[in-house]
């Protein structure tokens, strides 16, 4: 993991909202068989800021780079949605994370 947690954020009633990806649901993951992988992203609710990425399963430690990366440079939800990830990999895990919480944060 790299960045907040959930705790920390509603501890400090920071608004924000999550978006998960299971590795059972990506094409990779099918691949290389695991079913109980995932990866959480959390945005900040307003400026939409990539605030922590929360990743169990194989290659995590290969993924969280992304997410560091991110958080960085002051990036957020728009650079995962308009940002093509390789196909069949699990680095489209965040993709699909940053599609689930966009689905959220628009409702």
Known sequence: ?????????????VP????????REIARGQIVGDDSGMLKLIFHAESHRLLGVHIIGTGATELVHIGQAVIGLGGG????????????TLAECYKVAALDAWNKLMQ
């Open 16 to 23: 924000y909202e999550t978006g998960v990806a299971r590795y």
């Open 1 to 13: 993991m790299v960045g907040e947690t959930e705790r920390a954020l509603t501890q400090a009633k």
């Open 77 to 88: 939800i728009d650079y995962f949605m308009t940002t093509v990830f390789n196909y069949p």
